[in-house]
């Protein structure tokens, strides 16, 4: 008892420091892309709105509140994934934000339009090491541009 008289200011900032940690690491485990739009997915397009939405006179202010707002929406994620455990809706604490996600199947890019396009272009792969070779070239011009300076 006296260890922890003497040092519960630690053992606070031990434990929040811990949550915080956790808290990250499951954000940073689960899908980013669902189409269903589940876990912290919503949150983190909420934030992105918040910031984007920011002026210039207080931009450090709003963004610094805006990312304190998403970590309330993510803590708040995990606390209904432990809620729903619970309460049997769901089979563990971490299932509403750490799943397989669902992707959206792109409809316009679909197999037999992939097998087409492969048809029609077969050598893609030398058009793309000339793109790279341009690309070197133009880097190359640059840099003689910006080092060498025309008098």
């Keep these: 008892m006296k260890y922890i008289t003497e040092h519960w200011l630690g053992i606070i900032c031990s434990f929040l420091i811990f949550c915080f940690l956790v808290m ?3 954000v940073l485990l689960s ?3 669902d189409t269903q739009k589940r876990g912290f997915i919503p949150c983190t397009e909420k934030m992105v709105e918040q910031m984007s939405n920011c002026q210039e006179e207080s931009k450090f ?12 929406c993510d ?3 995990i606390a209904k994934g432990i809620n729903n455990w619970i309460h049997g809706k769901q089979t563990f604490p971490w299932s509403n934000y750490i799943f397989i996600p669902t992707r959206p199947q792109d409809e316009d890019f679909d197999a037999e339009a992939r097998k087409e396009y492969l048809q029609k272009n077969p050598d893609f792969q030398t058009e793309m090491q000339q793109l790279k070779e341009k690309h070197m070239e133009l880097e190359h011009e640059q840099k003689n541009i910006i080092f060498n300076p025309k008098q």
């Design 24 to 26: 990250f690491i499951l």
């Design 31 to 33: 899908p980013r892309q």
């Design 61 to 72: 202010s709003c963004m610094l509140t805006s990312i304190l707002k998403n970590s309330w």
């Design 75 to 77: 803590m708040s994620v």
